[in-house]
């Protein structure tokens, strides 16, 4: 009988919980989960899920135990990636990574390569499945012409002002509203204000949603040669413009300010009185939908490819669709790199195994039979002459 593979999940929260869950129905794995919160790995505790207390701001303590592990999967805030990415690295272990860091993980592509360490990063939804798509149609064309992505997660129940419950965390929100956003336009890249060039969008089974810019290409404006790249958030019509609001009137800012003879920084007072009203109610349920379309050429004829994913939240389990969009992906890629599907050393955005059919088509397959909505639309016409 073969030795288990080991696999160590850092982070216990929502997604790093589900990705544990998940990897642990296989009996080829064997799970450990590490987490600086004895009450988070609780939750995710059971028979195939061993626990361990693990302060994840530690890079020593993070290196000492990733490198007993034969896969690590990363599922910590951003702020934290880095230093989980690093360690990994120094200690030899293969890694797949959600975290949304916001230091430039391919600086560590060199010392990845060299310790012959593969190391998936941006592995959820998007950044993730949205790259993965992008680099499958990619790879089918001859150029890529235009590429873009629309994505969100919203809640069933609409309720007045924001129309919107936080699923994930709510400062990462924020920072989505105010971060410049990094696109490609004409062949140059450009930087222009997120919450900016709002559209309206029909989706099936949803309706009317609003899209606006927001800043999350990040690899793809590396790796894809699109003269026309762009990333849009979707939610509820009137949200960005209440949030603009807000920004443009100062309540996101970093700088404090004195009020009554304290010091108040704006941004903090803004995210404690909107994040009460951002979470969840027992019994709330959400969705997660996401269109990616990218137009080209290939063999003679103008081709468009459209993916359209959707998720609920799912009644049985309480997970929620953008926990089991974003975990799901990162617990199938850890799959990959476990039995050697995927071995290349490295920094590796999701784009380039998504141009990989044989990758593409397991990934759609599992997803799918954890009840993942996905439909792939392929439109051709001759060239004109």
Known sequence: MSQAVRVVVLGAGRVGGLIALDLAGDDGLQVTVCDRDPQALQRVAGPRVRTEVTDLADSAAVKQRVESADVVVGAVPGALGHVLQSAAIEAGTPLVDISFVPEDSSRLNDLAAQRNVPVVVDCGVAPGLSNWFVGRSAAEMDDVLDVEIMVGGLPVTRRWPFEYQSVFSPTDVVEEYTRPCRMRRGGVDIVVPPLTEIENVEFERVGTLEAFLTDGLRSLLETIPSPTMCEKTLRYPGHADRMAMLSHTGFFDESPIEIDGVMVRPRSLTENLMFSRWEPRPGDEEFTVMRVVVRGRSAGEERTERWDLYDRTDRETGATSMARTTG???????????????????????EILGARADLTERMLAELRGRGVEIHHEIQSTPLRS
């Open 328 to 350: 799901f992906p990162c617990a199938i890629v850890t799959r990959m790199v476990a039995d050697g599907s995927w071995k290349t050393a490295g920094i590796t955005p999701p």
